[in-house]
């Protein structure tokens, strides 16, 4: 029998966030720029449960948001340049800003999904959760075994 290590919500959405698989921290989470893979290729663990939607998406404009908007305005007080040279500058900051941020805040909130139990996950998080209380059940009555064989 197969113990494993509880893995924590920290440790799921840094690895969602790192675009691995939650579970075993191994496999691709994405095939594709943000399409989710069907299932884990290191783990076999389901992935398609996963609920995302729109979610990352509106994270991401509230960082990239949070952190364009002051610095547009701090160059704009401070230097007044052009609008056409800020609109050129602060576009493509943006964009790619945004591009960059979209898949790993994807990933992390599937991390953060898988771990909770969230929508499909709930069933898996069951089995894990069982199977991780057994085993801490057989590790206690093996040590409790242990302790009582062991010689004076
Ligand atoms: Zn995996």
């Known amino acids: 029998m197969t113990t494993e ?3 924590s919500l920290v440790r799921a959405i840094w690895r969602g966030f790192r675009g691995r ?4 921290g191994e496999g691709r989470l994405f095939p594709h720029f943000l399409k989710v893979a069907h299932h884990c290729e290191a783990c076999g663990e389901e992935l398609f449960h996963q609920r995302a939607d729109d979610f990352p998406a509106y994270l991401v404009i509230v960082m ?16 007044a340049p052009p ?3 800020q609109l050129a500058v602060w576009l493509p ?30 069933q ?4 894990r959760d069982a199977s991780n209380a057994s085993g801490a059940v057989m590790q206690l009555a093996s040590s409790r075994a242990l302790r009582r064989h062991r010689p004076a």
């Open 93 to 122: 900051v943006t964009l790619f800003a945004s591009l960059a941020l979209l898949q790993p805040t994807k990933g992390a909130i599937v991390g953060l999904q898988w771990q909770s139990g969230m929508h499909g996950f709930a």
């Open 21 to 24: 698989c939650p579970h075993c």
């Open 124 to 127: 898996a998080k069951e089995l």
């Open 83 to 85: 609008v056409a040279l």
């Open 5 to 7: 290590v509880p893995v």
């Open 64 to 79: 990239v948001g949070h952190a364009v908007v002051p610095a547009i305005l701090a160059v704009e007080m401070a230097y």
